[in-house]
């Protein structure tokens, strides 16, 4: 029975120190509208896989694949309470394609961004709807992966065909609240 009681003991201890703990994730997840989602954001990470395939004899073939890693971001998002949207600023975007013979090639590149348009946010699919002005940066249908007070992580799967070539691009942005 002595025994019992300081198992008892030793649970309730644990128990009190796991529940009064110091926790410091005070980020709440919040819901997805255009009223919690309004804001100023900084890019944090730009990241995209690109794979260009073609098909020859009823096989399908991968002429290249790129990896596009960006950084140095001086960009300014603007998220309108009234789905309305504002990009602006530059960035460096480097572009490392690997050919299918194994060559690869690095190719570093400024972007300047002045794009804006409107959104729409999809609740139920977890989504949002960008029109662009202009194609650069943000155009089309991103998931939402990740929304707090200060994070909004989104991706976007898109697919174009040129001629015989496909190009399956993974496109993944983070932006952080100033």
């Not at 997805?32 to 020859?56: E, F, H, W």
């Not at 174009?160 to 070539?165: Q, T, Y």
């Amino acid at each position: 029975m002595k025994a019992f009681k300081y198992i008892i003991t030793f649970f309730v201890a644990t128990i009190t120190l796991i529940a009064c703990s110091d926790n410091n994730d005070n980020i709440v997840a919040l819901d997805l509208s255009a009223t919690n989602v309004s804001g100023t954001y900084k890019i944090s990470s730009l990241n995209a896989d690109v794979t260009n395939t073609t098909v020859t004899q009823g096989a399908t073939v991968i002429i290249s694949t790129a990896k596009i890693t960006s950084d140095t971001f001086e960009v300014d998002f603007v998220l309108n309470k009234n789905g309305k949207f504002t990009v602006k600023g530059q960035y460096r975007k480097i572009n490392t394609v690997t050919a299918a013979n194994g060559d690869v090639t690095v190719i570093p590149k400024i972007i300047n961004i002045d794009n804006s348009g409107s959104y729409t946010i999809n609740t139920i699919n977890r989504t949002i709807s960008f029109n662009a002005i202009n194609d650069n940066l943000l155009k089309g249908i991103f998931d939402v992966n990740f929304f707090n007070e200060d994070t909004l992580t989104v991706t976007q799967d898109s697919e174009a065909i040129d001629g015989s070539i496909s190009t399956a691009t993974t496109t993944k942005i983070i932006f952080v609240r100033k």
